[in-house]
């Protein structure tokens, strides 16, 4: 072994230690959620309402997050997703339509917690937080599918903007017809959209 020199020696001491270099953090991509339209129930706002929190505790994940808007008009969604640095915005409209039984419209009437719990998706991520938003969110949701009858039919209809009016997802129409009586169509549909929502947003 060749021993070193005194003066490499010193040259060794002082010369600073690098810290490892960290990987970059990972960017939280953000999509911006406008209450539904829906067509086909009494009471359209609550099961909006409903639908758009099941969607936000599918669409909370470590590298995707969503945010409400209070805008309703086009426009004003638009300013108000700039306003809150999420400039992506997911519209969705949904239509349900009744089969041979039951009347024309379905009544959102919220049920008790027990009853829609069985309705109610649990999120994988965000704990007590996205589980609140669902759970909390989801009653009318749970009303329909408790008043749902066998070949009663849900369609959605789904598309992803920029909040400078760019489509980054076209409009994308699903739907689903009950095979028995009770059946939730609604939360299947939403994630279903979600995935693709989220596939997206996430890049």
């Known amino acids: 072994m060749i021993p070193l020199h005194p003066f490499a020696i010193a040259l060794f001491a002082v010369m600073p230690v690098q810290a490892p270099a960290q990987a970059p953090a990972t960017e939280t991509a953000c ?30 994940g470590p590298s995707l997050k969503s945010i409400l808007l209070d805008a309703r008009l086009a426009s004003q969604a638009n300013i108000e997703a700039k306003q809150k640095d999420c400039t992506t915005i997911l519209t969705v409209s949904v239509t349900r339509k009744a089969g041979n039984y039951g009347p ?23 704990g007590a937080v996205a589980a609140g938003a669902a759970r909390g969110g989801a009653e009318a949701v ?60 996430v890049k």
């Open 104 to 126: 024309s419209k379905l009544s959102s009437v919220a049920r008790a917690a027990g009853t829609t719990a069985a309705y109610v998706p649990i999120p994988t991520y965000g």
């Open 142 to 201: 749970a009303d329909v599918a408790y008043n749902t009858h066998a070949k009663d039919e849900v369609t959605m209809t789904y598309k992803v903007v920029s909040a400078d009016g760019a489509t980054l997802l076209a409009p994308k129409t699903i739907s689903a017809k009950a095979k028995s009586n009770g059946e939730d169509l609604m939360t299947p549909l939403i994630a279903k959209a979600s995935e693709a929502v989220a596939g997206t947003v």
């Open 31 to 60: 999509v911006a959620l406008l209450l539904p339209s829906v067509e086909g129930v009494d009471d359209a706002t609550a099961v909006a309402t409903s639908v758009r929190s099941i969607f936000e505790s599918y669409l909370t």
